[in-house]
């Protein structure tokens, strides 16, 4: 986490931070849609000058390296949630609630599911996916075998799941709904890396399957 910290951080003196890290997981969406969301990548990035974007690359490289040496399959390492909590999500916790649940606590919980339980794995008010995939990491075919499903109030959380979710692998959907009202404004489909099909954007009409069923 402390070398993509730094990256981003470079750029927070002129950009603001919130911002800056809802744009940077934008375009790190964009890039993992395999080629399907080229005008939202171009519309986010004309934001910024060539070598503020080179930072942005460099940034993201070392949360894709950094993502790639977690090893420990029985715990999970959340560093977006980590980064989201430690720059901006304390300023505004009181305000909506965000107190992301303690990495120790989503490893007990999924340990404590019994060895035979329902392949569908949710979470409807998922933060940045922690449960997810804490669950996802006790055994990694889970991975593949489980469909996760997340959701949440808050987009930049939904954000924070589909980007995730696609880092470890996982097989599922990060949806952005109003879990009390039921209320549907659009999500991501995740595929396992194999499929090479990334990560798709979802209308609000394409997520209602997603929470009937698990395919």
């Known amino acids: 986490m402390k070398e993509f910290s730094k990256q981003i951080n470079r750029l927070s003196q002129k950009h603001n931070i919130t911002q800056l890290f809802d744009d940077f997981m934008d375009i790190s969406i964009c890039a993992f849609s395999l080629g399907k969301m080229e005008e939202k990548y171009n519309e986010v990035t004309a934001k910024y000058l060539p070598d503020e974007l080179q930072i942005l690359r460099e940034a993201f490289a070392e949360l894709v390296l950094a993502y790639q040496k977690i090893e420990n399959v029985e715990g999970c390492n959340d560093i977006l949630g980590d980064f989201f909590m430690s720059t901006n999500s304390y300023s505004s916790a009181s305000n909506k609630g965000q107190f992301f649940t303690p990495i120790q606590v989503c490893n007990f919980m999924s340990a404590s599911l019994p060895s035979q339980h329902s392949n569908r794995i949710?979470?409807?008010?998922?933060?940045?996916?922690?449960?997810?995939?804490?669950?996802?990491?006790?055994?990694?075919?889970?991975?593949?075998?489980?469909?996760?499903?997340?959701?949440?109030?808050?987009?930049?959380?939904?954000?924070?799941?589909?980007?995730?979710?696609?880092?470890?692998?996982?097989?599922?959907?990060?949806?952005?709904?109003?879990g009390i009202f039921l209320d549907i404004y659009s999500g991501f489909r995740i595929y396992p890396h194999q499929t090479l099909k990334g990560i798709q954007l979802l209308t609000k009409e394409e997520c209602v399957p997603y929470l009937l069923t698990s395919t």
């Open 122 to 178: 949710s979470d409807l008010c998922s933060g940045s996916g922690r449960n997810l995939i804490a669950h996802a990491n006790i055994d990694r075919e889970n991975r593949q075998n489980c469909f996760y499903v997340g959701s949440d109030l808050d987009k930049r959380c939904v954000k924070m799941t589909a980007l995730n979710m696609f880092l470890f692998g996982m097989n599922g959907v990060s949806i952005h709904m109003d």
